[in-house]
């Protein structure tokens, strides 16, 4: 019996210390409590600590930032646009003991973000044009050969800057900041993520885009349809140029060749006029006559001359 009174208190010592030991790490935080009642500072230096075994918990709380996705909302422009707006923020627990006290855990403090976060966010674009929120300055936009002609004249791609994106969003930092302070809660940073239309503007949005779009391919294809009418029409006249340069070039050569030839028939002839006259004759019968031709000649004509002398 002395033997297991012995290993119950050993037993016992040993979970009375476990329960007294605990261990911070580099990335938390933590809060003892007592009866549901903080107790002492929030200890914040890694390393092991000991509490009141049984009576005290901890409460560990990231000390590293955190990431805040706001759901998107649809919120109306100064100028009238209906636009979904989708924000996110870093923040992280700055102060664990009014942390604890004011929202308990990270769940609710997630939620009083989403609240205060997504108010300012609706306030501070409630009150400036759709301009302002998509572009952070009036930089001249740089016209590309393709979009030559579209209209950018549009409250959506042109105008004034007087904030731009990143002030806006500063804004917004600004505003919630002190807010969130008040629950423990430091922000570091709210930017937007995404700035889309709502269904019922998108389209239209979308429409006019695919008209523009149709309007420089027309533009292009009436371009280049002009641009082959001009090429087909240089290509006629270079081959017009090359036709009737070869046809002088061919008379010129036929003029000479039929000039030679008559010099050469005029020398045959000086030379041997008879002989001439026999071959020219020759060469007419052969032309004129076939094997089946029947000829009516007068005995004194030229033609039946040589006809005349073969029998």
Same mark, same amino acid.
């Given at each position: 019996?002395?033997?297991?009174?012995?290993?119950?208190?050993?037993?016992?010592?040993?979970?009375?210390?476990?329960?007294?030991?605990?261990?911070?790490?580099?990335?938390?935080?933590?809060?003892?409590?007592?009866?549901?009642?903080?107790?002492?500072?929030?200890?914040?230096?890694?390393?092991?600590?000991?509490?009141?075994?049984?009576?005290?918990?901890?409460?560990?709380?990231?000390?590293?930032?955190?990431?805040?996705?706001?759901?998107?909302?649809?919120?109306?422009?100064?100028?009238?646009?209906?636009?979904?707006?989708? =924000?996110?923020?870093?923040?992280? *627990?700055? #102060?664990?003991?009014?942390?604890?006290? $004011?929202?308990?855990? @990270? +769940? /609710?403090?997630?939620?009083?973000?989403?609240?205060?976060?997504?108010?300012?966010?609706?306030?501070?674009?409630?009150?400036?044009?759709?301009?302002?929120?998509?572009?952070?300055?009036?930089?001249?936009?740089?016209?590309?050969?393709?979009?030559?002609?579209?209209?950018?004249?549009?409250?959506?791609?042109?105008?004034?800057?007087?904030?731009?994106?990143?002030?806006?969003?500063?804004?917004?930092?600004?505003?919630?900041?002190?807010?969130?302070?008040?629950?423990?809660?430091?922000?570091?940073?709210?930017?937007?993520?995404?700035?889309?239309?709502? =269904?019922?503007?998108?389209?239209? *949005?979308? #429409?006019?885009?695919?008209?523009?779009? $149709?309007?420089?391919? @027309? +533009? /292009?294809?009436?371009?280049?349809?002009?641009?082959?009418?001009?090429?087909?029409?240089?290509?006629?006249?270079?081959?017009?140029?090359?036709?009737?340069?070869?046809?002088?070039?061919?008379?010129?050569?036929?003029?000479?060749?039929?000039?030679?030839?008559?010099?050469?028939?005029?020398?045959?002839?000086?030379?041997?006029?008879?002989?001439?006259?026999?071959?020219?004759?020759?060469?007419?019968?052969?032309?004129?006559?076939?094997?089946?031709?029947?000829?009516?000649?007068?005995?004194?004509?030229?033609?039946?001359?040589?006809?005349?002398?073969?029998?």
């Amino acid at each position: 019996m002395k033997s297991l009174g012995l290993g119950a208190a050993i037993v016992l010592g040993l979970l009375t210390l476990a329960s007294s030991l605990y261990t911070i790490s580099e990335t938390e935080q933590v809060i003892i409590t007592q009866f549901g009642e903080p107790v002492g500072a929030a200890r914040t230096e890694p390393g092991l600590y000991m509490k009141v075994p049984f009576i005290q918990q901890i409460h560990t709380f990231e000390k590293r930032w955190l990431e805040w996705s706001g759901d998107p909302n649809q919120i109306p422009t100064k100028d009238k646009k209906y636009i979904w707006v989708d =924000t996110y923020t870093r923040w992280r *627990v700055k #102060d664990p003991l009014l942390f604890y006290q $004011r929202v308990r855990d @990270e +769940r /609710s403090a997630q939620s009083r973000l989403d609240d205060i976060v997504d108010g300012d966010t609706r306030n501070v674009i409630a009150n400036n044009d759709l301009i302002e929120v998509v572009r952070s300055s009036d930089r001249p936009f740089e016209e590309t050969e393709e979009d030559a002609g579209i209209d950018t004249s549009a409250a959506e791609v042109a105008g004034k800057i007087a904030m731009g994106r990143n002030k806006i969003t500063r804004a917004i930092l600004e505003m919630s900041r002190p807010i969130v302070a008040e629950f423990g809660i430091e922000l570091v940073d709210v930017q937007i993520r995404r700035v889309n239309y709502v =269904t019922e503007v998108q389209q239209k *949005v979308f #429409d006019r885009m695919v008209s523009e779009r $149709r309007r420089i391919a @027309e +533009r /292009s294809r009436s371009e280049g349809q002009g641009k082959a009418a001009e090429i087909r029409g240089q290509k006629e006249r270079e081959l017009k140029g090359i036709q009737s340069e070869a046809y002088r070039k061919a008379q010129e050569i036929m003029g000479k060749a039929d000039g030679e030839s008559t010099r050469i028939y005029a020398e045959a002839y000086g030379r041997d006029p008879e002989l001439y006259q026999f071959l020219k004759t020759m060469e007419t019968y052969r032309k004129t006559m076939a094997a089946d031709t029947t000829l009516i000649l007068s005995t004194d004509g030229e033609f039946f001359k040589y006809l005349k002398q073969s029998r």
